[in-house]
């Protein structure tokens, strides 16, 4: 009940319901997938007003929540935005969760700051490196 209204607002791009959906998401006690689903609504509808709060949901207990907020973090932080930029880094490096991990190089790639474009790159010769070493992990 608490999704399709979001998804509704987030489709029109309307900032009406963004108070809203940030209680939602900061309610630990709401379904995961319905706060999942409200942190993309957050990022679809450019909720700059969530900002600190998409990037605290890269840790979020949930793994779903953690993986939208990414994704949402993707849509409306801005290239000059060096804060979460350098937030997004490092859960791709540190995120418990490979998709959580996957996502936040995807949204750095989506916000195509100078600084992420250097640390995809970076990400690209450091995997070549653990295909040929057969290290797993991000290397220092």
């Known amino acids: 009940l608490q999704v399709a209204p979001a998804i509704a607002l987030a489709l029109i791009k309307s900032q009406a319901g963004v108070p809203a959906m940030k209680a939602i998401l ?12 409200i942190a993309v609504a957050l990022g679809k509808v450019g909720a700059k007003d ?3 709060q998409l990037v605290d949901g ?3 207990n949930s793994n779903h929540v953690a993986r ?5 973090l993707g849509l409306i932080v801005s290239p000059e935005d060096k804060a979460s930029i350098r937030q ?13 991990r ?7 790639g989506q ?7 250097a640390f995809l790159a970076e990400q690209v010769i450091v995997a070549r ?12």
Request: hydrophobic share 40%; with cysteine.
């Open 50 to 52: 969530a900002l600190k």
């Open 68 to 72: 939208s907020c990414a994704i949402a």
């Open 88 to 100: 997004l880094m490092s859960h791709a490096k540190s995120a418990n969760d490979i998709s959580t």
């Open 129 to 140: 490196l653990q295909r040929i070493t057969g290290r797993r992990g991000f290397l220092p």
């Open 58 to 60: 890269l840790t979020d």
């Open 111 to 117: 916000i195509g700051s100078p600084e992420a474009v």
């Open 102 to 108: 996957n996502f936040c190089l995807i949204s750095l």
């Open 26 to 37: 900061a309610n630990q006690e709401v379904d995961e997938y319905a706060r999942a689903h």
